[in-house]
């Protein structure tokens, strides 16, 4: 399947991407996490992206597009992705789906994770990341055993620079203005299915994997 997950920052992508692409068996594309990847590596890309990122604002799309088309290449995603953060407004969705036809493909489905902006505060307020796996956790609603230290893998969890109250704000205001519009493109498309991502981590995945098997049936 090829599906794509929407929703503001903090409403839970990363966290639902790992359950659902591995009940699927596909690849979980985060371009979040890849763009930190090159952060943390030191790459001309991670360069170019750092001070975008910490501001909360998008990278520009010339640089983001190339990236995922590379990824897509890659041979683990031929039968199936599943895209977190990707597109993040109508001009990169509108090159994906050209990216797509251009293999006689498209996307499946687009789920929206809805969460209110209250709670979204409260999940990037506590978000923790650890530097060696990349697992999110929360320091009250999904803590690690020791804190500070991933149960996973045993690295050191850190606060993104950009989970900062201030730029907290900002990114939910890039989210309204740039990235919400891609609601409406999609339902026009007719792939749009919304998914309540509140409660517990485990109910908000039965929700998405039931829309997604809906879809399979
Ligand atoms: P969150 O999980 O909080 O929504 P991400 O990890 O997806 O945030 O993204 C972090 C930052 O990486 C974004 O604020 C943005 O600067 C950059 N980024 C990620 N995906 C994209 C994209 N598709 N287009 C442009 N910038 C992106
Ligand atoms: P996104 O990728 O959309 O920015 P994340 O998956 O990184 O969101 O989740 C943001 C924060 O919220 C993390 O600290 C995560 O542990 C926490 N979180 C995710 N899902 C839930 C949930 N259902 N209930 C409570 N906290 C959650």
């Known amino acids: 399947m090829r599906v794509v997950l929407v929703g503001p920052p903090g409403a839970g992508k990363g966290t639902q991407a790992q359950f659902i692409a591995s009940h699927l068996s596909i690849p979980k594309i985060s371009t979040g996490d890849i763009f930190r990847a090159n952060v943390s590596g030191g790459t001309e890309l991670g360069k170019l992206a750092k001070g975008f990122m910490d501001r909360g604002d998008l990278v520009p799309d010339e640089v983001t597009i190339a990236m995922v088309r590379d990824r897509l290449a890659e041979n683990d995603a031929q039968e199936g992705f599943l895209l977190d953060g990707f597109p993040r407004n109508v001009a990169q969705a509108e090159v994906l789906k050209k990216m797509l036809a251009d293999f006689g493909i498209g996307l499946d489905l687009v789920l929206e994770l809805v969460v209110d902006d209250d709670e979204v505060v409260r999940r990037l307020a506590g978000r923790r990341t650890c530097r060696s796996c990349g697992k999110v956790w929360h320091v009250d609603f999904d803590p690690p055993k020791v804190d500070g230290i991933c149960d996973a893998c045993g690295g050191e969890l850190f606060q993104r620079d950009d989970d900062r109250e201030e730029t ?19 339902a026009d498309e007719g792939i749009l299915r919304g998914v309540d991502a509140t409660g517990p981590v485990e109910e908000v995945t039965q929700r998405a994997m039931s829309e997604l098997r809906r879809f399979a049936d």
């Open 168 to 186: 907290i704000r900002h990114r939910l205001e890039v989210y309204q203005e740039q990235t919400a519009p891609l609601i409406s493109f999609y």
